[in-house]
Structures are given as structure tokens and as C-alpha cells.
């Protein structure tokens, strides 16, 4: 079974920057769709930024475009959601979750119909 495990989260100053990394263990993560999301306290959880099983297609918020890429490294079995120009509405808790491969990348980020997913980790943006 897949297993994720995000890491990567932590403090960081308005405008800077995090990366944070999605390894997988059980099965090769380049089979699936994989979707990055967050939830911060009072809100209801939303996509962020989703690639396809092959990496050529990939989909963002509007919140985030232009300011996160994501990315992934097969040899690593990891998926990456590199993030620059960071805000205090960034923060939340960040997740990285599977589909199917035949999901639609777009609509997996906002429609959901991921089979697994991570535990989460932190990102807090603040001075």
C-alpha cells in the first residue's frame, strides 16, 4: 500500500521561501496523480498545485500561481511543491495526497478523489 510522508514545513518570513517534499514507500510514486493541498485553522481544505502520473501536465491555484512549482523526481520516489514569495494566507497545514493515474489533474486539485494521503506538515508564514 502507499504510503506518504510530507516534510519540508516550518517558520518562514513573508517573501521567503520553503520547499516541500512528498516521499512515497510502497509503490512507485510515478504511477499515480499527485496533488498538494492545505488547510489552515478555520478553513476548508483546497488544492494547491497537482501533476499528472507521466509530470507533464500540472495545475494551480490562482493563489499560488507564478509563486509555487511543482515537481517530481522518480528516482527519489518524491514529489516536490517548491514555494517562493510566501504570505501570512499561505499558512496552513500542508498535504500531499494520490490518485489514479487516469485522474484528471485539474480536477483531482479541485474536485478531489485522492486514495491516499500524508499526515501533513506545517508551514507557517510570519514575521
Known amino acids: 500500500q502507499l504510503q506518504l510522508v510530507e516534510s519540508g514545513g516550518g517558520l518562514v518570513q513573508p517573501g521567503g521561501s520553503l520547499r516541500l517534499s512528498c516521499a512515497a514507500s510502497?509503490?512507485?510514486?510515478?504511477?499515480?496523480?499527485i496533488g498538494w493541498f492545505r488547510q489552515a485553522p478555520g478553513k476548508e481544505r483546497e488544492g494547491v498545485s497537482c501533476?499528472?502520473?507521466?509530470?507533464?501536465?500540472?495545475h494551480y491555484a490562482d493563489s499560488v500561481k507564478g509563486r509555487f512549482t511543482i515537481s517530481s523526481d522518480s528516482a527519489k520516489n518524491t514529489v516536490y511543491l517548491q514555494m517562493h514569495s510566501l504570505k501570512p494566507e499561505d499558512t496552513a497545514v500542508y498535504y500531499c495526497?494520490?490518485?489514479?493515474?487516469?485522474?484528471?489533474?485539474?480536477?483531482?486539485?479541485?474536485?478531489?478523489?485522492?486514495?491516499?494521503w500524508g499526515k501533513g506538515t506545517l508551514v507557517t508564514v510570519s514575521s
Open positions: 495526497a494520490a490518485a489514479p493515474p487516469w485522474s484528471a489533474v485539474q480536477a483531482i486539485c479541485v474536485g478531489g478523489g485522492m486514495d491516499y
Open positions: 510502497g509503490f512507485p510514486l510515478d504511477y499515480y496523480a
Open positions: 501533476i499528472s502520473s507521466s509530470g507533464d501536465e500540472t
